[in-house]
């Protein structure tokens, strides 16, 4: 009998087991899946699967949290225009350019609802709901510091304008779902008819 019960608490606790690891992987999964390469640079710089898995969670947690919502119609135009004067003024003035993009990526979040007193946090912030774009953001970033300290070539600004692009994209794109979708939903008074 007590041999029995032995092998009954272990084939339980093996199938336990089996069952958390599988969980865990699914998870794993789902969070690559969701994160793409910040899950891997987010992994690379913990140096620990399981740590960056927490990190990437609490992300989740915390942006829930945040009353984020898409830009209007009107501040999306409006910021559609002014990208396209940093974008033309990158001819004359690189420097300038890179700045002005700087300034108005930080409005344009803002203005969407996340926090952006620190940096570090506004690009973990963004990475949740643009995994794609964070590394970019973090490049471009980098060069505008850069560049304040005069260590950034004409390259560099192209390519911090371009990377800057990327997360203005996201953000009008973010506006564009969000209006098209509530402008072909029906109306009460529409649903009545």
Request: charge should be negative; proline fraction near 3%.
């Given at each position: 009998?007590?041999?029995?019960?032995?092998?009954?608490?272990?084939?339980?606790?093996?199938?336990?087991?089996?069952?958390?690891?599988m969980?865990?992987?699914?998870?794993?999964?789902?969070?690559?899946?969701?994160?793409?390469?910040?899950?891997?640079?987010?992994?690379?710089?913990?140096?620990?699967?399981?740590?960056?898995?927490?990190?990437?969670?609490?992300?989740?947690?915390?942006?829930?949290?945040?009353?984020?919502?898409?830009?209007?119609?009107?501040?999306?135009?409006?910021?559609?225009?002014?990208?396209?004067?940093?974008?033309?003024?990158?001819?004359?003035?690189?420097?300038?350019?890179?700045?002005?993009?700087?300034?108005?990526?930080?409005?344009?979040?803002?203005?969407?609802?996340?926090?952006?007193?620190?940096?570090?946090?506004?690009v973990?912030?963004?990475?949740?709901?643009?995994?794609?774009?964070?590394?970019?953001y973090?490049d471009?970033?980098?060069?505008?510091?850069?560049?304040?300290?005069?260590?950034?070539?004409?390259?560099?600004?192209?390519?911090?304008?371009?990377?800057?692009?990327?997360?203005?994209?996201?953000?009008?794109?973010?506006?564009?779902?969000?209006?098209?979708?509530?402008?072909?939903?029906?109306?009460?008074?529409?649903?009545?008819?």
């Amino acid at each position: 009998m007590g041999t029995v019960l032995t092998i009954v608490i272990v084939v339980v606790l093996l199938a336990a087991a089996a069952l958390l690891f599988m969980y865990q992987r699914r998870r794993s999964g789902e969070l690559q899946q969701r994160f793409g390469p910040e899950y891997e640079r987010t992994v690379e710089e913990s140096g620990d699967r399981r740590s960056a898995e927490r990190e990437l969670r609490g992300r989740e947690r915390r942006v829930s949290k945040l009353d984020i919502t898409p830009l209007s119609r009107r501040s999306a135009t409006a910021y559609e225009a002014e990208w396209a004067e940093v974008r033309q003024s990158f001819v004359d003035h690189p420097a300038s350019a890179v700045a002005d993009a700087d300034r108005l990526v930080l409005r344009m979040m803002r203005e969407s609802g996340y926090p952006v007193d620190e940096f570090d946090q506004r690009v973990n912030d963004i990475s949740v709901e643009h995994p794609e774009v964070a590394a970019h953001y973090r490049d471009a970033h980098r060069v505008a510091v850069a560049d304040s300290r005069g260590e950034a070539g004409t390259e560099d600004l192209r390519q911090a304008v371009t990377a800057y692009g990327r997360l203005v994209d996201a953000l009008l794109d973010d506006s564009a779902d969000h209006n098209i979708r509530h402008t072909t939903r029906p109306t009460n008074a529409e649903e009545q008819a």
